[in-house]
């Protein structure tokens, strides 16, 4: 029998027939209700409005010689028709509208990735990396078209606990998908001004038509949004904000990309998701494509491919268009980012890029870490999230003075699964431990100068092979660690390697593998619901209880864990927008990051780090056989480490 847990407090499902408002406006119009500086429940989610409006925005990305629209779907108090005016929570999505299983981009290929400063050659087209559906994908069914709200079921959480509050809560499909039109182009601006073009028409600077093709505005709206969603939902609430869009007072992006070319690419290296190997732009545009006219992105598509350039993986106006960080600065928004630590699907470094970028512009802003990987928060700390989210919403849209931006600006989830509140994040007080690549292992001191080789293998052995049982000889890989350590050591923000090598062969990639080495009990990426417990948190409708299980972490035993990664294209180790030719078997000098972590390397462990040329589960992979040659005790690994306690 499964039982149903009511959250107390704040959280209490709203009931079938709420409590009249506390208070009215002088003309007796409806209003919210506000206790403590907290919106509470003061209008039924089963007498919303539902409400269809297509948006016109700037943009022709299908030239067709119209401008594009982006279908809204509207759930609203119905007290809005009574001069009640709401804010609104936004989720725009290329997911409402279904997908399409593409075959992915071939990843063994065969050409040579250091041709002696020749142009490489185009890898060939077809399946050989997989094929599916992309990443990011996530798709949910859209609502019914219906005059009533009770009738119409918005996927989440958002309309049955915040609708009760005094909300308006909107789906959007993103171009080229679902009710839209225009075409899916992975992060480029016509996507961007499609979801802004939501905000415009909530104050006014954007047309609308209803489903009969009347004009129609949003006279109920207070002008102010908030933009939310996981994935790639919670990519556009980033994009939209970088272009600094008034009326967007807050965004809640979770595992959301800042930077496309952080996701499809790495140090100048093709690099996949993790999972999706094959997986580019092109691809997701293609699998999103649910708009009905099945044949006018055609164009559109082969400008992707044509544009995101597979052959090499440097920087370009193609990427720097999906580069949200460099406009920090332009934020308006309230920024509370949400990010998992065992997430290689959206790795780590986006969260990471971006909240530095937040931080040097005084962007207001929070930050969750959380253990588990690509996943949504709310079942795994329901009370807590909902709260946070509640409080985040009041004070950005509805200007209560509720302390959302007091006390400690990140809260990390530690490995016991207990969570740490701490001021910034790298924790204040990390500081930079360099660590010696030597012969005999990690060391500060640098030892004897040796080379040592490692004959790349990766083609067809994961990484996971490759770094297990570091005191074996093992000549697909150079392997160093520390000693057991004789306390915890806890690393808060991105390591880097530093190496003098040599490559001769055809891969053109160095791989660097940060691993805890010791048999403990760790959380992976993975979640898993506690049908135990079913909380109900807001008010349901037929199809919708407004309840949810949480979920818990699940975790594996094993004798280590790869704790983070990093790649290089050697040929990319000046500059990421051009390569540099490469001599086989000379002696140059490499440097690049791996993805920044918040990780307990635990006392009696030990710290290794791995070094590897093709790394089979992200990059590329050239004809094995490539030949690295190290300079043992020249190379450095620098840990950022965060003072004991904090």
Request: glycine share 12%; charged share 25%; hydrophobic share 35%.
């Amino acid at each position: 029998m499964v039982s149903a847990i009511a959250v107390a407090g704040a959280l209490v499902a709203t009931p079938a027939a709420p409590a009249a408002p506390e208070a009215r406006a002088p003309d007796d119009r409806p209003a919210l209700r506000i206790v403590d500086e907290r919106t509470r429940p003061v209008v039924s989610r089963a007498d919303a409005v539902f409400q269809q409006v297509d948006v016109e925005t700037p943009t022709d990305s299908d030239g067709d010689g119209e401008r594009d629209t982006v279908r809204m779907r509207i759930l609203r108090p119905r007290e809005t028709g009574a001069g009640l005016k709401v804010a609104t929570i936004i989720e725009a999505s290329p997911y409402w509208g279904g997908g399409n299983d593409v075959p992915f981009h071939q990843v063994d290929i065969d050409e040579d990735g250091l041709p002696d400063g020749r142009p490489g050659s185009r890898p060939a087209d077809g399946p050989g990396g997989g094929g599916g559906l992309p990443g990011l994908f996530a798709a949910a069914p859209p609502p019914a078209t219906a005059a009533a709200g009770s009738s119409v079921v918005f996927p989440g959480y958002t309309d049955n606990y915040f609708l009760p509050r005094g909300y308006a809560v909107a789906q959007v499909d993103s171009v080229g998908t679902g009710a839209s039109t225009g075409c899916p182009v992975s992060g480029g601006r016509a996507e961007t001004l499609g979801a802004k073009a939501a905000v415009d028409w909530l104050n006014g600077r954007a047309r609308g038509r209803d489903t009969d093709g009347r004009p129609v505005g949003a006279a109920w709206s207070t002008g102010d949004a908030a933009m939310m969603g996981i994935s790639y939902n919670g990519t556009l609430p980033t994009a939209v904000a970088a272009t600094g869009v008034e009326g967007l007072k807050a965004i809640v992006p979770i595992s959301g990309i800042s930077s496309w070319y952080d996701y499809y690419r790495g140090g100048g290296a093709v690099v996949a998701p993790g999972g999706y190997q094959g997986e580019d732009t092109d691809i997701l545009a293609k699998a999103v494509y649910s708009r009905a006219d099945r044949e006018i992105c055609r164009p559109a598509h082969a400008r992707l491919t044509a544009e995101q350039d597979r052959v090499n993986g440097d920087y370009s106006r193609f990427w720097d268009e999906r580069d949200y960080v460099k406009d920090a600065a332009r934020f308006k928004a309230g920024v509370f980012l949400v990010q998992g630590l065992n997430d290689w699907n959206v790795r780590t470094g986006h969260a990471g890029r971006l909240w530095e970028a937040l931080r040097r512009h005084d962007v207001p802003r929070r930050l969750w870490l959380h253990q588990a990987g690509h996943s949504n928060p709310m079942p795994l700390r329901m009370e807590e999230w909902l709260s946070r989210l509640h409080q985040w919403f009041d004070f950005w849209l509805y200007g209560l003075d509720n302390g959302a931006l007091d006390g400690p600006a990140v809260e990390v989830e530690q490995a016991d699964f207990g969570w740490r509140r701490q001021a910034d994040w790298p924790a204040p007080g990390t500081r930079d431990v360099r660590l010696r690549l030597a012969a005999g292992g990690l060391s500060p001191l640098p030892g004897r100068p040796v080379r040592q080789t490692l004959t790349d293998a990766g083609r067809t052995l994961p990484a996971e092979e490759l770094v297990v049982r570091p005191d074996e000889p093992n000549g697909n890989r150079l392997a160093y660690t520390t000693g057991p350590l004789p306390a915890d050591l806890r690393i808060n923000g991105a390591p880097r390697v530093s190496v003098r090598a040599s490559l001769a062969g055809t891969s053109p990639y160095l791989t660097a593998l940060l691993v805890d080495h010791g048999t403990d009990t760790r959380a992976t990426a993975g979640t898993i619901a506690d049908t135990s417990q079913q909380v109900c948190y807001g008010e349901g409708v037929p199809g919708d209880t407004g309840c949810a299980h949480r979920t818990r972490h699940r975790t594996e035993t094993a004798g280590f864990k790869i704790v983070t990664r990093g790649w290089l294209d050697v040929r990319n180790r000046a500059s990421l927008w051009r390569q540099s030719p490469v001599a086989e078997g000379r002696e140059y000098r490499f440097q690049w990051a791996m993805q920044p972590q918040d990780y307990v390397f635990e006392k009696g462990h030990r710290l290794g780090v791995v070094l590897i040329s093709t790394d089979h589960d992200h990059t590329l992979r050239h004809p094995a056989g490539t030949r690295v040659t190290v300079l043992a005790g020249a190379g450095a690994v620098t840990l950022p480490v965060a003072p004991a306690g904090r």
